[in-house]
Each structure stands twice: as structure tokens, then as C-alpha cells.
């Protein structure tokens, strides 16, 4: 007994060996590939290559449990030659090997990436593809009208370049959508057109998965003898493919259809068979879900032992591999097995045991997105980054050359005006830092004065009156987080971009809250601006914001809209305020009617604190400009402020 278990340790030994050896040989293998190609010359042909190569060795970087090296280094290299076209194809194909696993928020903002590309390479196949993708992924997120509307408009260039394959995928994918919003009759008719295109082409595989959709809908109508006459439609080409998981989904499905007719042993034979195929390709997932559909039709037919037993093996397998949402359901079925059967206790400890899985997957969930949302955050910095080492020759020739100038000027007049040069330098430096700082203190005093601290205080006030808690509690965690980063904030003359942009969008977070809502923001930052590397003086945009929504948005009768743009032109930062409001001259009659015309004092310090930096910086195109603006009949139609900085670098 014991040679012969010795004889099998040494055997399976050797396999798992032998295994990882020939994984090891074709990591080799695979990576010296993509050394090879990172040596090849940077253009849109080694993009290529690179997506070739993804693509081929997909299943080894699944298996590896790795990001996929190839796509990575295609990525980096198509955004250093700016590449649309290469970085729409990477992104989609990264995308979808996200929603695979489903991370449906990191394939949504790949695939939005990739959208973004396709539209700038303006090839039509790859928007097509990119909508698509787009709409799958919102369609995951159960963001129906979302999908609609991106699977719509991959519907119209599809039919626009004659490109059935995706003119099939976006007529199929609006089915499902009509399919879950419980439209049964134009699923139907969106799974027919589908079917139609797939029969011409000769697509088994998409006529398998249209009949079985036109099945689903059939179901949901409960025109049970149509739904089982397509269902068997599906069978049949799936048993043609020999495509096992389509054959089990379809099994499947007919004993759901009959069990509804109550036909209960045609129902339970064709549960058996889909339970068999799952068992011969060791489908886990697919088996647990067999046993726990047996166990209810069986509770059904008040067999309730016999239906305990296909439960508590759906248990099995959810509790060996881990199928958190297969014992939410098992436990909930034999909570209900037990109900049926009188035995109220036992029924009440298993649906405890489900809230339990429930309570756990919802957590499962949260974290999950919270991942998701960090590692788009991470792929963010990523690519600036990748932007900033691209024209990092650039800046290091420009700082050489400015350096150099600066020594050549400073040695030439060290020794006639090192003295007096200094004490002048001295004494300009002094002034102008004490008058930086009344500016930036009497700033902030303007922008967060009392008014809007008791204004605040009221709102939360008013909230807990209201037993509105939750959103009292919230008002006050971003009241108090942007005093704090403001009195941080205030200690600089410059600060980050992105600090700047962060306190703003909490001051108009905190607006609207007191506004109910009547105006929505947009923050837009222009992709060649580094919020990290980008110094702006802080709260230097909070008073024309502040001026656009009490003089302009509030006034309005419909929601009004304020958008922040910020793009740099040259070694110049535009920031631009634009608002839909009534415009100035409205505003300014109101005043007039309540007695209360006069100067923003936050305005007019502003306005002083940009002087001073076009005089540092003998910036002649330094300036504030004001832009009313007028709708199509010429009636005032909100305003405009462009705010233009040099751009102050950190470095």
C-alpha cells in the first residue's frame, strides 16, 4: 500500500514538473518575443505588432493571472506617438478582458479611452466597435439607457459602412436591453432582424444565441410553447457546434419552460441533461446552479427531502469554489423548502444564512468598485506621466539654456551692481511678498466670510430639522474639509492645479446643496495640462464662480449650467467660467431693485492679485476678460470670464 501511494506522489510530481516547466518555457519564450519588438523603431506598425502579439497570447497571461505585457507596451508606445488608431484597438482589447473578469467600471473607462481614440483616428469599424463595447459594458452596470443610446449609435456607422458583423451585435444587444427593461414584443423584433443577418451569414453561433433570446422573451410573455420551440432551435445548433456551454444554457432553459407548464418530468429530464454535459466539462459554476434549480422543482412538487438533497450539493460546491451568490440562492431555496414543509425554525436559520452571502457580496461589491475606481486612477497618472517623459528632453534643453543665459547676465553684472543690486532686489522682494500676502489673506477672508459660513451652518441646520441626517452629515464633512484644505491652502503663494480644482468642485458641491440643485458644474481640464505639475495662486477662480451662480443661475427659472475650462496655449494658462445665467445686465437691475449695487469685494482683490503677478512676471497678456453672452434672439444668455496666468511650473 504504501509503494503504490509512493508511485503516485513520484508520478503526479513529475506532471506538475513537467507542467511548469513548459510554462516556464514559454514565458521565456514569450517575453524575449517582446523584448525583440521593444527594440523595433517607435511608429504605428510596432503598435501593431503589439496588439498582433496580445491578442495570440492572450490565454497565457489569463492563466498567469498578469496584465498582459504586450498590450501595456503598446499602450505606452502609442501614446508617445500618439497612435489613435493602435490605442483604440489596445484599449478595446483591454477592455474586454476586463468585463471577462468582470471589472465592468475599469472596462467601461478603457473602452471609453478607446472610443476617444477611434474618434480621432475617425475610423468608422473601430467607433462601431468602441460604441458597442461601450454599450456592453453600461448594459453590465445595468445603465440601460446608457447602453441603448451608445448600442444605437453603433447600429447607424455600422449600417452606414455595411458592416454586418457589428450591425448584428448592436441589433442583438438592443434586444437584451429591451429584454431587461421587460419590453418583450421589440426585443423580439430587434432578436429577429439579428437572427435574419445571422442566418444570411451563416453564423451558428449567433443564430444559437438569437434563438435562445427570442426564447427568453417568449418566457417573459408566457408564450411558454414558443419560448420551448426556439429553445430547441438554440439546441440544435448548439449540439451542431458542439458547443457545450450553449448546449447546458439551453438544457437549461427548457426545463425552466416546462416546469413553468408544470410538465414537471420533462422539466426535471431536461435539468438532468444540463447538469450532465456541465459534469463532463467540470463546469462548477453551471453544475451548483443545476442542483439548485432541481432542488426547487422537487420543493415545488412538495418532494421536499429528495429537493434538500440537490440544495445541500449546491451548497457543496458553492461553499469548496467559493460561489458567494450560488449560497445566497441555495439558502434562500431551502429557507423556502423548509417553509413549505412546515418546519418554520429551520426555515428561518437558512434564510438568516442567506443575508449572511447577501450581506457579504454586497461588501464583496464595494470593494471591488472602490478597486476598480483606484486603478483608473492609477492608469491616469500612468499616461501623464508618460506624456511628461516625452517632452522631458525638451524642458531639460530649455532649463540648460535659461541657466545658462542667467549665469552669462549675472557675471557680466556681478560687479557694478552686486550691492545695490541686492539691497533693490531686497527691498522689492519684501514689498511685493507683504503685499502678495494682504491680497491672498483679505482673498480669503472675502471667499469664505461669514455670510457663507452662517449660510452653511443654516443649510445643515435646516437638514437635521428636516431628519435629513445622511445629507446633513455629508454637508458637513465637505464643509469642513474644504475650510480645511483653504486654511492649508492659503499658506502658498502657488499651489497644485489639482488642489486648486479640488476645492473648488467642493465649494460647488456645497453651492448646490444650498441652491437645492438649481445648476449643474462641469470641471474640463485639456489633456496636455499636469494638475500635479501646474501652479496656479490659490482661490484664484472661487470669486468669479462664486459671481456666476448668486448674480446668474439663481435667477434662472430652468436648471442653469456652469462649466470650468482650463487648457494651457504657449506659456499661458487660460482658466474660463462660463455660465447660463441671466447675464449682467439682468443681474444688475435686481441689485438696483434691492438696493444692493456694488463691487465683489472677492472680485476686486482678485483682480488686484493678478495684477501683481502681470507685474512679477511682465506678462503683458496677463489679464481678466468678461464676455456677455445672448442666445439665438440676441437675449442675454449668461456670461463668460477668462482668467489668463503664465504658467508656473513645479520644478
Not at 142 to 169: G, M, P, T, Y
Not at 276 to 290: C, G, L, P, W
Request: aromatic share 10%.
Amino acid at each position: 500500500m504504501l509503494h503504490l501511494l509512493l508511485r503516485r506522489f513520484l508520478v503526479i510530481s513529475t506532471f506538475i514538473l513537467f507542467a511548469c516547466q513548459l510554462h516556464a518555457q514559454d514565458s521565456t519564450l514569450i517575453y524575449h518575443k517582446l523584448d525583440s519588438i521593444k527594440r523595433l523603431r517607435d511608429d504605428t506598425a510596432k503598435v501593431k505588432l503589439l496588439v498582433q502579439n496580445a491578442r495570440q497570447f492572450n490565454r497565457f497571461f489569463d492563466a498567469a493571472k498578469q496584465e498582459n505585457a504586450f498590450l501595456q507596451e503598446g499602450i505606452y508606445v502609442g501614446l508617445k506617438i500618439r497612435d489613435n488608431k493602435g490605442l483604440a484597438e489596445a484599449y478595446n482589447d483591454l477592455g474586454t478582458a476586463k468585463r471577462n473578469k468582470s471589472a465592468y467600471i475599469l472596462a467601461l473607462d478603457f473602452h471609453t479611452r478607446a472610443l476617444k481614440n477611434a474618434e480621432e483616428s475617425k475610423d468608422k469599424l473601430l467607433l462601431a466597435i468602441s460604441y458597442n463595447n461601450v454599450g456592453v459594458d453600461y448594459r453590465r452596470l445595468e445603465d440601460l439607457d446608457n447602453a441603448f443610446k451608445n448600442h444605437f449609435k453603433a447600429l447607424q456607422i455600422a449600417e452606414e459602412i455595411n458592416d454586418v458583423k457589428n450591425i448584428c451585435v448592436a441589433t442583438n444587444s438592443i434586444g437584451n436591453i429591451q429584454l431587461s427593461a421587460k419590453k418583450y414584443e421589440d426585443a423580439i423584433v430587434h432578436f429577429n432582424q439579428a437572427l435574419a443577418l445571422e442566418t444570411k451569414s451563416n453564423n451558428k453561433l449567433g443564430m444559437a444565441i438569437n434563438y435562445g433570446n427570442i426564447g427568453y422573451a417568449y418566457e417573459g410573455l408566457g408564450q411558454l410553447d414558443r419560448a420551448v420551440d426556439n429553445y430547441k432551435k438554440s439546441l440544435a445548433a448548439n449540439i451542431e457546434l458542439d458547443n457545450s456551454t450553449g448546449m447546458s444554457i439551453c438544457y437549461t432553459s427548457l426545463g425552466s419552460a416546462y416546469q413553468k407548464k408544470k410538465e414537471y418530468e420533462t422539466a426535471m429530464d431536461y435539468l438532468m441533461k444540463s447538469l450532465a454535459v456541465n459534469d463532463r466539462v467540470d463546469d462548477k459554476v453551471h453544475s451548483a446552479e443545476n442542483y439548485l434549480q432541481i432542488g426547487k422543482l422537487l420543493t415545488e412538487q412538495h418532494k421536499f427531502e429528495e429537493g434538500r438533497k440537490f440544495i445541500h450539493n449546491a451548497i457543496y460546491l458553492g461553499e469548496t469554489w467559493r460561489f458567494k451568490s450560488t449560497l445566497m440562492e441555495a439558502y434562500q431555496a431551502l429557507a423556502d423548502n423548509y417553509k413549505h414543509a412546515g418546519d418554520f425554525e429551520a426555515s428561518l436559520e437558512n434564510m438568516r444564512q442567506s443575508l449572511v452571502y447577501k450581506d457579504s457580496l454586497l461588501n464583496e461589491k464595494s470593494a471591488t468598485a472602490y478597486a476598480q475606481v483606484q486603478a483608473i486612477y492609477d492608469v491616469d497618472r500612468k499616461d501623464n506621466q508618460i506624456k511628461v517623459l516625452q517632452h522631458e528632453k525638451d524642458i531639460n534643453q530649455m532649463r540648460t539654456k535659461r541657466n545658462f543665459a542667467w549665469l552669462m547676465s549675472l557675471a557680466i553684472i556681478l560687479c557694478v551692481l552686486v550691492i545695490g543690486g541686492y539691497f533693490y532686489i531686497r527691498h522689492r522682494n519684501l514689498q511685493n511678498n507683504k503685499h502678495t500676502l494682504q491680497l491672498e489673506l483679505r482673498s480669503l477672508r472675502s471667499q469664505m466670510n461669514p455670510h457663507f459660513i452662517f449660510n452653511s451652518l443654516s443649510s445643515i441646520h435646516r437638514y437635521i430639522w428636516g431628519n435629513n441626517q445622511e445629507e446633513a452629515s455629508d454637508y458637513l464633512t465637505k464643509f469642513s474639509k474644504l475650510m480645511r484644505m483653504i486654511l492649508e491652502n492659503s499658506q502658498h503663494t502657488f499651489i497644485p492645479l489639482g488642489n486648486e480644482l479640488e476645492s473648488l468642485t467642493l465649494y460647488l458641491d456645497l453651492e448646490a446643496l444650498r441652491c437645492n440643485n438649481m445648476f449643474e458644474y462641469q470641471v474640463n481640464v485639456d489633456d496636455d495640462v499636469n494638475m500635479d505639475e501646474v501652479l496656479v495662486p490659490p482661490l484664484i477662480i472661487q470669486p468669479y464662480v462664486e459671481n456666476a451662480i448668486w448674480h446668474g443661475l439663481v435667477h434662472r427659472k430652468e436648471k442653469g449650467l456652469l462649466t470650468i475650462d482650463v487648457k494651457i496655449k504657449g506659456k499661458l494658462l487660460y482658466c474660463t467660467v462660463t455660465d447660463n445665467g441671466i447675464g449682467r445686465k439682468k443681474a444688475m437691475e435686481i441689485k438696483e431693485k434691492k438696493g444692493r449695487v456694488h463691487q465683489s469685494l472677492g472680485m476686486t482683490v482678485t483682480e488686484g492679485r493678478i495684477a501683481l503677478i502681470k507685474k512679477i512676471n511682465n506678462s503683458k497678456e496677463t489679464n481678466i476678460s468678461i464676455v456677455d453672452l445672448y442666445d439665438e434672439n440676441q437675449e442675454p444668455g449668461g456670461t463668460k470670464v477668462i482668467i489668463v496666468l503664465p504658467v508656473e511650473f513645479l520644478f
